[in-house]
């Protein structure tokens, strides 16, 4: 069996799992296969309630971001089709890409994330659009330069946390950060788009997003001492 396959078989049987603990908690689904309309956040696994900051996982195939209660984190932390995601943010002070270098990568705004996948065994380049996280084929000699100028970037934890690269703030920021704070950053973006080229979106965004960040990060700090 191919490892896609194992894959696939692995979603199939969370799937029966999540439904099984759904009817546990809540009885069996209603004869029209409805479900109570709430506003309140779900696990996307057993579809229990979650609170705000609750956790998440990647789906490590179709690379999406996936809301877990407790219980549910804990359970597919393990399952080969998922991924908990990274926990820590690192900013990226004297990180060295030049134009040159950020050319090679060859994507057409100042902005995107580089995550290792472990399912395609490379590193895939993200960045914002209109529809959300697109894709970007990545030249390989650019990210092996760009590694070699930043060596930090060889403890990139793969698929639980990506290089996030902000070239349109002057100066430009760099900075490790969580799978999940990456993905939201593309939500922001797109929440926000206007016309054709975004308008003031990754303008106004982008910075907001990067200073709660940092504000978030020295608070942490502040505990920690």
Known sequence: MSQLESMMAARRRAETVARMRTIA????PSQNGGAASSSQERCDLCRTTVPEDHRHMLHLVERRIVCTCEACWALYSGNAEYRPTGSRTLFLDGFECDAELWGAFQIPI????????TVTEGVVAFYPSPAGATESELSLEAWEAL????????QLDSDAEALVVN???EPPQYAI????????????????WEGISGGGAIEQAVPEFFAALRARAAARAGIAS
Request: with cysteine.
């Open 177 to 192: 950060l969580p799978i999940d704070a990456c993905y939201a950053l593309v939500g922001l973006v797109k929440s926000r």
């Open 167 to 169: 070239r349109m703030s």
């Open 25 to 28: 908690r809540t009885g069996a």
């Open 147 to 154: 590694v070699a100028r930043n060596p930090v970037l060889d």
């Open 110 to 117: 100042g902005l995107a994330f580089f995550m290792r996948s």
